[in-house]
């Protein structure tokens, strides 16, 4: 996973609740067996008209948002399906944090696997930082996660929270599967304990 | 044990799972059943690959296919769609190199993994049970705890049998009284849906409890838990009665004879116990429940059937004003027409959501001597080889093709157009599956999301109706 510590870039408003995964990459995009080549796919029900050409109305289609880094939007964010396909689409585009009020429990989750930072700030300070993304490419935010701070073009600093162990696995890049192998002991203590107490959990 | 602090459903089962806490609190959590399928899994099994590492436990493994199968004839000559057939091909490589337990196309268990599962025996009370897919929290019926997960936690399940888990919170949803005639599960979980809103179950594991919830059967329960992470709960569950050990008693692969018994006794001490605590309580009198449908693009946008499109112009706020507004604008609809007066063009009954025996029999009950309305498509999907077996042994298949419904073979089918089954731009579906989001059935498709009862009667209608109009003529 690539780490995640400094970001400065052009952010994108999209000011609407409820963004689901199947708006971010839609079902049908979801046959590839590589985890990379979603983000063309992104937003794709926005994105292209039926003929398959842009939408001049989204703003991923419009300079600067082409460069978005940053997507600033409203409550529950990436609610419904589970499909990691949603940051790896994101990811794929060039996105690597998303500031919200909330996000959807599994989104969130997914977005840490993979180096997509979810920041949640209160409503009224997403509506202030959709303020000044509208202010395109002159108006860059910076998303410090060593600091755990939102600079706004202004230079006003925003403060956030990150669980601890997300934060050190997101800052230095670090795989969690890796982590938990340094448990195998423990892992092994409790089949033994388990397959004692509950054999019908065994085959 | 007197003197211990009294805990939930989830509570117990959460702890007996923990096999370390982290100093920052986070658990490292057992898992007992991993169900997989094959658009969550190939870049897992690529990840392990690449790392070098092995499936750790294949006997606490089941894979199945079907997301991308086709239901008609076609599936057994070979799936057309070259991405489709390529992923479940490498589905089919990746269970043999790493020796994964494999339910193949052509297997009678063959079906959607959220009813395999409890249909087969293997998801079972006290379990964790994960699967790469949103709606795993159907098997929490069984009074497990089920959650989804995504790609990256699946792969970290393939190699540790574990997780890293923060515990969620308990909240409660309490349903009492009697259900009236006409209404089903898929009518309470939509109700509650409405009344909490899709993000009111965030972060919190949701216990369904009351007498209305234990006068469901098996599958309503599952209904009703399928559709938890609707309203943005982690999980939906169920405690296990009677009635589950007696649907786990007469499953293929559930435990039998003295397991069984051990097993019962162990399941009985799961329940809540009387002054656990639950972060949030939330109430409902069944008997104010109607026949359910969704109207907008999102599940919590639910009316009874009796309603008329809401009008913008009382919502709330500007936000939410604009919300509806488009939702009404994508849907084709206007403020104030009644919802029986909204022609359908397809009718869908399948779906982990209403895809079992119970489902069938429900729809069938309502087509029985009665006419599909012309120009309408009606589909119904069994969600198993064995449902669709069970159902054509009771000629419930004869019923519903007699009635114009087309009898399909198993798969997730139109719930989520990732496989010939889809909408076409504008057109407007009754279907008993769990998302009415844009372009979830197919780009440009409309969703109302009914139980099947209600899904029958649209179709008969040639419009959304109100089931309590259309009862069974005679017992079928």
């Known amino acids: 996973m690539q780490a995640f510590t400094v970001l400065t870039g052009i952010a994108a408003p999209m000011p609407q609740a409820n963004i689901d995964t199947d708006k971010i990459i839609p079902a049908r995009f979801l046959k590839s067996i590589e985890r990379s ?17 842009e939408n001049p109305d989204f703003v991923l289609n419009q300079d600067p948002y082409r460069k978005a880094e940053v997507l600033i939007a409203f409550e529950n964010f990436g609610c419904g399906s589970s499909r990691e396909h949603a940051p790896w689409a994101l990811l794929d585009f060039g996105i690597r944090c998303v500031i919200a009020p909330d996000f959807a429990d599994i989104f969130h989750n997914n977005s840490f696997k993979n180096g997509v930072l979810p920041v949640k700030l209160p409503r009224a300070v997403c509506e202030q930082l959709m303020e000044d993304s509208r202010m395109g490419g002159n108006a860059k935010i910076t998303v410090d996660l060593e600091r755990e701070v939102v600079v706004r073009p202004n230079g006003e600093e925003i403060p956030f929270k990150i669980d601890p162990l997300r934060r050190h696995l997101m800052l230095n890049g670090l795989d969690d599967i890796g982590q938990t192998m340094q448990h195998v002991n423990a892992i092994d203590s409790y089949e033994a304990k388990q397959r004692a107490a509950q054999p019908w959990l065994n085959r | 044990m007197s003197g211990q602090k009294p805990r939930t459903l989830f509570d117990k089962i959460w702890d007996a799972h923990v096999v370390e806490t982290l100093p920052d609190g986070t658990a490292l959590l057992y898992i007992d059943l991993h169900l997989t399928h ?17 499936v750790r436990r294949p006997d606490l493994t089941l894979a199945v296919v079907d997301h991308n199968i086709a239901t008609d004839a076609s599936r057994y000559t070979g799936i057309v769609d070259p991405e489709s057939r390529l992923q479940v091909e490498t589905l089919e490589k990746n269970v043999v190199e790493f020796g994964v337990p494999y339910i193949p196309l052509l297997s009678e268990r063959q079906g959607i993994v959220h009813v395999i599962g409890p249909e087969l025996g293997r998801s079972l009370p006290g379990m964790t049970i994960v699967c ?19 790609t990256s936690e699946v ?3 393939l190699a540790t049998q574990t997780l890293l888990q923060k515990p969620a919170k308990n909240m409660r949803v309490w349903v009492e009284g009697t259900l009236p005639v006409g209404c089903s599960a898929k009518d309470i979980t939509l109700a509650v849906i409405g009344k909490i809103g899709t993000a009111g179950g965030t972060g919190h594991v949701i216990e369904y409890a009351g007498d209305a919830i234990r006068a469901l059967d098996m599958a309503g329960r599952m209904t009703l838990c399928n559709m938890a992470i609707e309203g943005g709960a982690r999980a939906g569950m169920v405690a296990p009665d009677e009635k589950t050990f007696e649907y786990v008693a007469n499953t293929p692969d559930g435990p039998k004879g003295a397991a069984l018994e051990a097993a019962i006794a162990y399941w009985k001490t799961l329940p809540s116990d009387e002054g656990a605590h639950f972060d949030k309580e939330v109430r409902l009198r069944a008997e104010d429940i109607a026949p359910q449908v969704t109207w907008g693009t999102s599940p919590e946008d639910v009316l009874p059937i009796s309603a008329s499109v809401p009008d913008p112009a009382s919502a709330p706020n500007e936000t939410r004003r604009a919300q509806m507004q488009r939702m009404l604008d994508y849907m084709g609809i206007e403020a104030g027409q009644k919802l029986v007066d909204l022609k359908v063009d397809v009718v869908f009954i399948g779906s982990c959501t209403n895809s079992r025996i119970e489902d069938m029999r429900a729809a069938a009950a309502i087509a029985k001597g009665r006419q599909v309305a012309p120009g309408v498509r009606a589909l119904v999907v069994p969600g198993s080889g064995l449902v669709k077996k069970q159902a054509e042994a009771e000629g419930l298949d004869v019923v519903l093709r007699e009635a114009g419904f087309e009898w399909r073979e198993p798969s997730c089918s139109m719930c989520l157009g990732m496989n010939p089954d889809k909408l076409t731009p504008g057109q407007r579906c009754a279907s008993t599956s769990n998302r009415n989001f844009e372009g979830r059935q197919g780009p440009g498709g409309r969703t109302h999301l009914v139980s099947p009862a209600m899904a029958a009667a649209a179709a008969l209608a040639g419009h959304l109706a109100d089931v309590r109009e259309y009862q069974p003529k005679e017992s079928v």
């Open chain 2, 155 to 157: 792969e970290h399940v």
């Open chain 1, 37 to 53: 080549g979603f983000g063309k796919n992104l937003f794709a029900n926005y994105r292209y008209m039926p003929d398959g050409s």
């Open chain 2, 132 to 150: 790469g897919d949103s709606h795993t929290a159907t098997h929490g019926a069984m009074g497990a705890l089920a959650f989804g997960i995504g």
């Open chain 2, 38 to 54: 094959e658009v969550t899994t190939p870049q897992a099994y690529a990840g392990l690959r690449a790392a070098g590492r092995g």
